[in-house]
């Protein structure tokens, strides 16, 4: 299983754009890159997954280089309630792969 | 879209009494189900994975028999915490993957053992 390693931490302030990059070195052929979001106490809530070069919903951007080894969660203009913990994943997407979590980014947001 | 929903959301217990957590895939059938703790300010923990009608896989470190997990349907998995104790209060989460690789997760059950 691919281990993720990203920041501990991060700050920003409302309306920023924020960058949260995670490498993942040994990802594999089959495996998606996968990013969450938790607020304290509750379940991680998907945000967004990609392959590889650029994936963009209605909340973020998620941007792969070719060789996957690394990929950027992009918020465009936070405000305080993107205040979170957020987890990028290797996700092996069989219909039994784990998902493994590595330690997260906690953002703040200030105002 | 998909919801996986767990029950209780919280629950207090005595020391020494079992506890029960359901998960159940709402909408969708869930091949795999995984079960999760968290601690306060830290990652979750990947504790087992169960396939429905057949053992859990426990991750190296959980007690089996401490933390036992029957998945008895393809919508329904459930993680009984055996004798509490006051070390087993945690944050506990499941997820749920459907048959086309998508996975969800539930919004957690905060156990407190007193």
């Known amino acids: 299983l691919a281990k993720t390693t990203q920041p501990i931490s991060m700050d920003s302030y409302e309306g920023q754009e924020v960058n949260i990059t995670c490498s993942h070195n040994?990802?594999?052929?089959?495996?998606?890159i996968t990013w969450y979001q938790q607020f304290p106490s509750q379940g991680p809530r998907f945000i967004i997954q990609?392959?590889?070069t650029k994936v963009k919903n209605e909340v973020a951007s998620l941007f792969i280089p070719a060789d996957r080894k690394s990929s950027t969660l992009s918020l465009p203009r936070v405000s305080l309630s993107d205040t979170a913990v957020y987890y990028c994943?290797?996700?092996?997407?069989?219909?039994?792969?784990?998902?493994?979590f590595g330690q997260g980014t906690t953002l703040q947001v200030k105002p | 879209g998909a919801v996986v929903s767990q029950h209780p959301s919280w629950v207090i217990c005595k020391s020494g009494t079992s506890v029960k957590i359901e998960c159940r895939s709402l909408?969708?059938?869930?091949?795999?189900m995984f079960w999760y703790r968290q601690f306060p300010k830290q990652s979750l923990m990947l504790m087992a994975t169960?396939?429905?009608?057949?053992?859990?896989?426990?991750e190296q470190g959980v007690e089996k028999d401490k933390f036992l997990i029957n998945h008895a349907s393809l919508t329904l998995s459930t993680l009984t915490v055996t004798s509490a104790h006051p070390e087993d209060s945690s944050f506990y989460i499941c997820?749920?993957?459907?048959?086309?690789?998508?996975?969800?997760f539930g919004e957690g059950s905060r156990l407190t053992v007193l």
């Open positions: 040994n990802i594999a052929t089959n495996d998606y």
């Open positions: 909408d969708f059938q869930a091949t795999t």
């Open positions: 990609g392959y590889k």
């Open positions: 169960s396939n429905e009608g057949s053992k859990a896989t426990y």
């Open positions: 994943l290797v996700d092996p997407t069989s219909n039994t792969g784990k998902l493994i």
């Open positions: 997820s749920a993957r459907g048959f086309s690789g998508e996975l969800f």
